[in-house]
């Protein structure tokens, strides 16, 4: 594998309206690996909705200029001596970029809440350029002849998707609810089906029924129109607040309401009763490395159906915009 002379970046400054242009392409010198990072030449980084969040300002930068971008598929470009992925090895990169291994999380196995965390695209640079740099540690080995495309959108959506069916804990035969139709509730979706359970898909859009009945869904149905019989859970991924009322409102006795949202409006007051009888909310923060095998585990055996929009990487902006307008059925990935 040659080292290009020269990579593209986009750098995020001045976060702001997407339509005015905050992100800048610029052309920096090839990146350097530390001992134990190794230097990834991006084939396709997946483009996310916490990605708009942070260009537009949602959610406040921890360092500027950033590179946004945290589902990177690509091959060591170059390794740093302490590294144990070798040059041309193939790759996965994720939203978590580092944690401290030490603290009262961390050592309980909760890696996903270690109070020092770093991330991709929000601490250190991601996957909006040709190069990024990723510490060994937190990068997947992933099979060589899976589509990078496809793959891509597995490592945020897919994964943070897949802790989110855990952490709602429904079983074979049991009920599950998706509120939001989206590309990480397409992959639960799909997930959920793998383990037998019933899945109802509630969305405003009738385009988004039609892609969740061709997927498997037992049922679809608007937002406040209750399932066919009350939820043992609930996944919420769209993000207004409004939409885990609707979601507790579906669900059974100590029924759980899983919110997948790094970034959420105001949850508006809702009355007790809904909350009675044991049920619970919970937010789904992060996601730990096992979280990616585990992901990355079951694609091996069943390759999930993903149906990427690609642009051109300079296109970055398009891509975003797109996704604002919400103009593009399947997730959004930038390739070379
Ligand atoms: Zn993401
Ligand atoms: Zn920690």
Same mark, same amino acid.
């Given at each position: 594998m040659t080292s290009t002379a020269t990579s593209r970046a986009f750098l995020l400054e001045h976060p702001g309206p997407i339509d005015a242009t905050p992100l800048t392409l610029s052309v920096r010198p090839p990146l350097v690996p530390d001992r134990h990072e190794i230097v990834v030449a991006v084939e396709a980084c997946g483009v996310c909705r916490t990605d708009l969040q942070l260009v537009?300002?949602?959610?406040?930068?921890?360092?500027?200029?950033?590179?946004?971008?945290? !589902?990177?598929?690509?091959r060591v470009l170059r390794a740093g001596p302490g590294a144990s992925h070798r040059i041309g090895d193939r790759v996965g990169v994720t939203w978590l970029a580092g944690t401290c291994g030490r603290c009262e999380y961390c050592v309980a196995g909760q890696e996903n809440l270690c109070l020092s965390a770093v991330f991709h695209g929000w601490d250190c640079d991601g996957g909006y350029a040709d190069e990024m740099i990723c510490h060994d540690d937190y990068a997947f080995s992933v099979a060589s002849d899976r589509s990078a495309t496809q793959l891509a959108p597995l490592l945020c959506a897919g994964v943070i998707g897949y802790r989110s069916l855990e952490i709602a804990q429904v079983t074979a035969g049991q009920r599950l609810g998706l509120y939001g139709f989206g590309s990480s509730a397409s992959l639960v979706l799909q997930l959920a089906k793998l383990r037998n359970i019933e899945v109802h898909v509630a969305t405003r859009n009738p385009v988004e029924q039609t892609r969740a009945t061709a997927l498997g869904a037992d049922s679809v149905?608007?937002? !406040?129109?209750?399932?066919?019989?009350?939820?043992?859970?609930?996944?919420t991924f769209a993000p207004v607040g409004s939409v885990v009322i609707d979601a507790l409102r579906a669900t059974r006795r100590a029924g759980t309401v899983v919110i997948n949202a790094i970034h959420l409006d105001e949850i508006p007051s809702f009355d007790f009763d809904l909350l009675w009888h044991e049920r619970s909310i919970r937010?789904?923060?992060?996601?730990?490395?096992?979280?990616?095998?585990?992901?990355?585990?079951?694609?091996?055996?069943?390759?999930?159906?993903?149906?990427?929009?690609?642009?051109?990487?300079?296109?970055?902006?398009?891509?975003?915009?797109?996704?604002?307008?919400?103009?593009?059925?399947?997730?959004?990935?930038?390739?070379?």
């Open positions: 537009e300002g949602d959610l406040a930068l921890h360092r500027r200029p950033v590179v946004p971008g945290h !589902q990177v598929v690509g149905g608007d937002l !406040q129109a209750l399932p066919p019989a009350p939820l043992h859970a609930a996944i937010s789904v923060a992060n996601v730990t490395r096992a979280d990616v095998t585990g992901l990355l585990e079951v694609d091996a055996r069943h390759p999930l159906r993903v149906e990427p929009h690609l642009y051109r990487l300079s296109d970055a902006p398009l891509a975003l915009r797109d996704l604002a307008a919400g103009t593009i059925g399947g997730p959004g990935v930038l390739i070379p």
